[in-house]
T-cell receptor
Framework: GAVVSQHPSWVICKSGTSVKIECRSL??????MFWYRQFPKQSLMLMAT?????????EQGVEKDKFLINHASLTLSTLTVTSAHPEDSSFYIC????????????FGEGSRLTVL | QKEVEQNSGPLSVPEGAIASLNCTYS??????FFWYRQYSGKSPELIMF????GDKEDGRFTAQLNKASQYVSLLIRDSQPSDSATYLC??????????FGKGTSLLVTP
């Protein structure tokens, strides 16, 4: 299957700082990537759809000024959590669609953010 | 509201038995359905997808889809302890992001 790489895997930061998470498609071009967030024992919740060369589309309730998404190339999307607070601590996972016809998503390894 | 519902479990089956995981969805416009496996602390990994009514088999896994009943299931034959994980069901309309259920925890006991 398609390979999606995410970095960093773990990050611990102080409250008020910003954290950037990178998501790369390694063996294919992804015009669209999706960012999910998962709290413990909960399902994956879609945060936003990242579109190469245009603005991201955010889901209802997700603050676009807090969660900055940039999709500057066909292989890279970044999520920046600005002014992070403890309630932002979560597992953030990016994904990309490997085959447009079938629609399955391939996930990055995920980034566990802990805000102290 | 597009919802995918799963029993949270845990579902416990003995090694070698068939594990049956079920999922219902509310959006009749959903076209594709996916089963992912997620180990604790790890990212989901795709097991299989299905978009036509009926059964689809891949090794020990069989996905079943009944669009009239808005029901999707996953059967795991010859269950192994390594199959112990949370299984996520997801639905999608073509071109859109996946909508996930909360997952069913499966425990395969030796």
């Amino acid at each position: 299957g398609a390979v999606v790489s995410q970095h960093p895997s773990w990050v611990i930061c102080k409250s008020g700082t910003s954290v950037k998470i990178e998501c790369r498609s390694l063996d294919f071009q992804a015009t669209t990537m999706f960012w999910y967030r998962q709290f413990p024992k909960q399902s994956l919740m879609l945060m936003a759809t990242s579109n190469e060369g245009s603005k991201a589309t955010y889901e209802q309730g997700v603050e676009k000024d807090k969660f900055l998404i940039n999709h500057a190339s066909l292989t890279l999307s970044t999520l920046t959590v600005t002014s992070a607070h403890p309630e932002d601590s979560s597992f953030y996972i990016c994904s990309a669609r490997g085959h447009p016809g079938t629609g399955e998503l391939f996930f990055g390894e995920g980034s566990r953010l802990t805000v102290l | 509201q597009k919802e995918v519902e799963q029993n949270s479990g845990p579902l416990s089956v003995p090694e070698g038995a068939i594990a049956s995981l079920n999922c219902t969805y509310s959006d009749r416009g959903s076209q594709s359905f996916f089963w992912y496996r997620q180990y604790s602390g790890k990212s989901p990994e795709l097991i299989m997808f299905i978009y036509s009514n009926g059964d689809k088999e891949d090794g020990r896994f069989t996905a079943q889809l009944n669009k009239a009943s808005q029901y999707v299931s996953l059967l795991i034959r010859d269950s192994q302890p390594s199959d112990s994980a949370t299984y996520l069901c997801a639905s999608s309309m073509h071109g859109y992001a996946l909508n996930f259920g909360k997952g069913t925890s499966l425990l395969v006991t030796p």
